[in-house]
């Protein structure tokens, strides 16, 4: 008998390995050496200018080798016009590497400029740069900086939204189902939003040899499954770990809110890093509006059970502070790889944490969501968010 | 809850990390166009050519004038004989680091400046071993069949021989006539055909400069543009000259696409003479403006010594490499190269 399940066993190793062994003769077959069947047409080299630094008397460009085949960058030039300039570490860019072109250039406060890289092969890459404005340097004071504008932006709109909390508590169940689905109607904008802002990040500063658009829809799931699978262990284990359910999802909404504060705060540091310092004034205003109503979206599942005004601090913190971090992200180390990363991260949270309070609607009410308060606040969720988001 | 903030925490100090840990040893530097010098730890992009790197040397080809082998017909006339071979496969790398495939005659572009009297007999020994089509077209005086238009001469070994005699007086261009013309023109196919007046032209120091550009990435726009091909390359290695000498420089606008190039001269003026076919100057100026193949006859000398700039002002092709230095020496007595 023990023989005969080892031997089974075994054949059942064997027959999940034989198709890869199988593979690899193919792959072998048409890229080993000496295949040329698929030795046809010609590669072409592709490099993109990720990110443009004005430094003091000089212009710092991150060029990412993104095309199928190694390449050499042999040229810098500054509105198309030829500059000496330095690579740093070396000209020679294998896939995916990244190099630092140093423009020795005096650049002029505000202007546009253009930049431009030549490979090998004569073919010039360029990126245009709206306006020119010194490039942050990560000290004290943009430190310091970026933790008021991450504060203004996150925690204090938060911790306003929060306010409602006692209102909340004294209304009728109807009128919570509404609050409720009105939390839904904003995290929704909120989640399409941040999916809309990763797909503008990655159409103009991401190659397409990232494949930006599965990029986005990859990342948004696998962060929507992480999080929803955690969520379920956390809401299902709340006794156990001495947290009541509404705080249960309070917490997996406040997560949510403070991946998508993150992604905020990318933006608001990369538009002031990238010199638009008019239009990061207004994303500040705006955001600040815009984020009161996600104080509002935590306070609304908490109304259920007892006002604990430590927790709530800790909710608000735990949506808001990433602001901060992200502000300093975005202004001092800004890509646009890591940027999409986090907007889907945030979206996909958002998604989840949208079907975490429509089944908590269904448990706690008539087991539909059609009720007059829920289409409702759902609806006037949405219309609330896109008032205040034309400010931005 | 605790594990997602510290992740990012720790995320956003890997992404911020690397900008404080860029103090590394800097070892080599480079001088900027206006000076400035910078000093790196990685890699220089700098258009500067040096000569271990140049498959076509514009030091050589700037005085250096092709007489063909030369006989006497029965009647006295010289007989000027050349063989002009073209090939389309040369990769050349046409600025540091950069690229391109040329087509060639004889191996260059420009091809070889190709030079006779008036009235001499020239005979172009065409041969083709590009794989395309090219011809011969000579800007001048000639009959029908030797203008290297419906004359088309197949790749891969084609021969032709284009017989007229040298006419008229002064500097034109010659330049491959097959269509689509200007592909063959921008891939450099083209050079300078010189006839000297019987009675010669003063004494004097004298080079050709062909104003010429590259579209490397083919969007019908010059990447780069030059004096002699190379860009940059007389700005680093300046022509030396030499005080109260006469300097006579052959000038031809081949560049594609922009309608236009110039050549102004500092801190002199040159006596200039359009496509050279009189022997009296035009103009007595600075700054001279060229169409496509306008070319002229340009002579000045320098009383002071120094370095002087020349260059295009269209300044967008002198910061695209069409700029060079005469280095002009206080040495009365020199070498003059005035070929025959």
Redesign the interface.
């Known amino acids: 008998m023990e023989t005969n399940k080892k031997t089974s066993r075994n054949k059942m190793i064997v027959s999940g390995i034989v198709p890869f062994i199988f593979i690899i003769l193919m792959m072998a077959y048409i890229f080993g050496p000496g295949a040329d069947l698929l030795d046809l047409g010609v590669p072409l080299p592709e490099i993109t200018i990720e990110k443009v630094d004005f430094v003091k ?2 212009i710092h460009v991150t060029v990412r080798n993104t095309g199928p085949i190694p390449v ?5 030039d500054v509105n ?12 020679f860019l294998e896939r995916y590497e990244t ?4 423009i ?1 250039f ?1 650049w002029n406060e505000a202007e546009p400029y253009i930049i431009g890289l ?1 490979t ?5 890459f360029e990126k245009q740069i709206n306006a020119a404005a010194t490039a942050l340097q ?1 000290n004290i004071e943009f430190v310091a900086f970026f933790a008021i504008i991450g504060t203004y932006v996150g925690v204090i709109p938060v911790m306003i939204g929060l306010l409602w909390l006692p209102f909340i508590k004294k209304i009728s169940k109807s009128k919570y189902h509404f609050f409720l689905a009105l939390t839904t109607g904003l995290l929704l904008f909120l989640g399409i939003d941040s999916v809309k802002e990763a797909f503008d990040v990655s159409s103009e500063n991401l190659s397409g040899s990232f494949n930006g658009e599965l990029l986005i829809a990859t990342t948004l799931v696998l962060s929507f499954l992480g999080l929803y699978y955690a969520s379920e262990k956390l809401t299902g284990k709340a006794d156990s770990l001495k947290i009541s359910k509404p705080v249960a999802i309070g ?1 997996m909404i406040a ?1 949510g809110i ?1 991946l998508h504060n ?1 992604g905020e705060g990318l933006a608001i540091g990369a538009a002031i890093g990238l010199g638009s310092i008019a239009f990061s004034t207004f994303l500040i205003i705006g955001f600040a509006l815009h984020n009161t109503t996600e104080g509002l979206a935590i306070a609304a599942p908490l109304s259920r059970g007892k006002l604990m005004v430590g927790k709530l601090i800790m909710l608000g913190m ?1 949506a808001g ?2 602001a901060i ?1 992200g502000g ?2 975005g202004g ?2 800004y ?1 646009p790889f ?1 940027a999409v990363i986090f907007l889907s991260i945030g979206a996909g949270a958002i998604f989840q944490v949208i079907v975490i309070i429509l089944k908590w609607i269904r448990e706690e009410g008539e087991k539909n969501l059609s009720s007059a308060s829920v289409v409702s606040g759902f609806a006037i969720g949405m219309l609330i968010m896109y008032a205040t988001s034309i400010l931005i | ?1 605790v594990c ?2 510290l992740l ?2 720790g ?2 100090t890997i ?2 990390f ?3 840990s860029n103090a ?1 040893s800097e070892q ?1 530097t ?5 000076g ?1 010098i ?1 000093r ?9 050519y040096t000569v271990s790197t140049v498959d076509f040397d514009p030091d050589k080809f700037l005085r250096n004038f092709e007489y063909g082998v030369v006989s006497y017909s029965e009647t006295g006339q010289t007989i000027r004989d050349y063989t002009i071979i073209a090939e389309d496969d040369k990769i050349q790398e ?7 495939n040329v087509w060639t005659f004889n191996g260059t572009v420009p091809g070889p400046t190709i030079r006779a009297t008036e009235g001499d007999l020239v005979r172009i020994h065409f041969i083709n071993n590009g794989s395309k089509s090219h011809t011969m077209h000579f800007h001048g005086i000639h009959r029908s069949e030797m203008d290297g238009v419906f004359e088309i001469v197949g790749g891969g070994g084609g021969k032709f021989t284009y017989e007229f005699e040298a006419g008229p007086v002064g500097v034109h261009p010659y330049h491959c006539h097959v269509m689509p013309l200007e592909e063959h023109i921008v891939h450099g196919l083209y050079g300078v055909f010189i006839v000297d007046p019987k009675e010669g032209r003063a004494l004097a120091d004298e080079m050709v400069m062909v104003l010429n550009g ?1 579209d ?2 083919f969007d019908a726009e010059n ?2 543009y030059a004096a002699n091909t190379i ?2 390359y007389y700005q680093h290695h300046p022509i030396q000259i030499n005080t109260g000498e006469l300097i006579r420089i052959y000038v031809v606008n081949m560049v594609e696409f922009d309608p236009v190039n110039n050549f102004h001269l500092h801190g002199n003026l040159y006596q200039y003479y359009p496509t050279g076919t009189d022997l009296v100057p035009s103009f007595y100026t600075d700054m001279i403006t060229l169409s496509q193949t306008e070319r002229g006859i340009m002579e000045f000398q320098y009383d002071f010594p120094g370095k002087y700039l020349f260059h295009a002002h269209k300044v ?1 092709f002198s ?3 069409w700029l060079g230095l005469f280095l002009v020496k206080n040495n009365s007595k020199s070498e003059v190269n005035n070929g025959n």
Do not use: C
């Open positions: 008397s000089e050499q960058i042999s040229m810098a198309d016009r030829i500059q000496p300039a330095a690579i740093e570490p070396d000209k190099a630092l072109v140093r020795p005096e030549t090998d092969d004569g073919v010039r990560p917490l997560i403070g993150f735990i502070v990433p971090f300093w992200v001092f180390a890509s890591s | 809850m997602l903030l990012v925490i995320v956003s992404m911020v690397p900008i404080f590394q080599k480079f001088v900027t166009h206006s400035v910078v790196t730890s990685g890699e220089i992009i700098d258009p500067l046409i600025s540091p680091g950069v690229f391109y590259f490397t990435d990447n780069f860009p940059f967008e910061e695209k490499g």
